[in-house]
């Protein structure tokens, strides 16, 4: 059965290092036989989660949106760039607002239904010596607190405004190779539990 992969990029930056990396895991995950969509959260503005905004108008529309995306979809790949040693607050955000309840919250209207069940794999681009990496456990944490499967492997590419050739590509084989390698154990990974 064929997976329907998801791939995006904790960074709105137009010139985002991480959604060239989400891209380039985005074809890993084309070539390895997966359905696989890339969105861009810049098209998806929300505001800050706030309780008392929830309250008084529910899940942003764009918030919605993404989540329906979500729900259509088997395996995640998401490229994130660290800050302060941590997930970017556009993620952490963005997974706030999708990790909540909709409706009566039952079955597909749980905050969980998004995540539950899902593969990720994970990936990390910065100009710095250690490639985001120090971020990754703490995303971990949270995916697997959600019910997402994180796969073992992840990537990290310091030295990433050095990495990327002009046309998007990786210009490194050896990194080339370990994003191929990851998109294609979240497909088949996801795959396997779709079936
Ligand atoms: C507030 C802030 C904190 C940052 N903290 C880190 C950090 O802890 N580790 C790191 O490698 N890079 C850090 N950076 C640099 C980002 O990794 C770098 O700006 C990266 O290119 C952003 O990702 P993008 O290119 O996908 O937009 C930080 C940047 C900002 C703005």
Redesign the pocket.
Known sequence: MTARILAF?????R???????ARAAHAGAKAAGAEATFVDLEDYPMPIYHGDLEVASGMPQMARELRALLLAHDGLLI????????I?ALLKNTIDWLSRDVGDGKGSNSGLAPWRGKVAGML?????????V??LPHLRQVLAGLGVTVVGAQVAVPK??EAFAADGSLADERVARQVRSLAEAVAGLAAKLRA
Do not use: I, M, Q, V
Request: aromatic letters at 2%.
């Open positions: 990029a904790g960074s709105a930056r010139d985002s290092l991480n959604k060239k990396l490229a994130s760039p660290e800050n302060n040693s941590s970017s990390a681009a910065s100009p710095g010596a250690f490639g985001g120090r971020h990433a405004h």
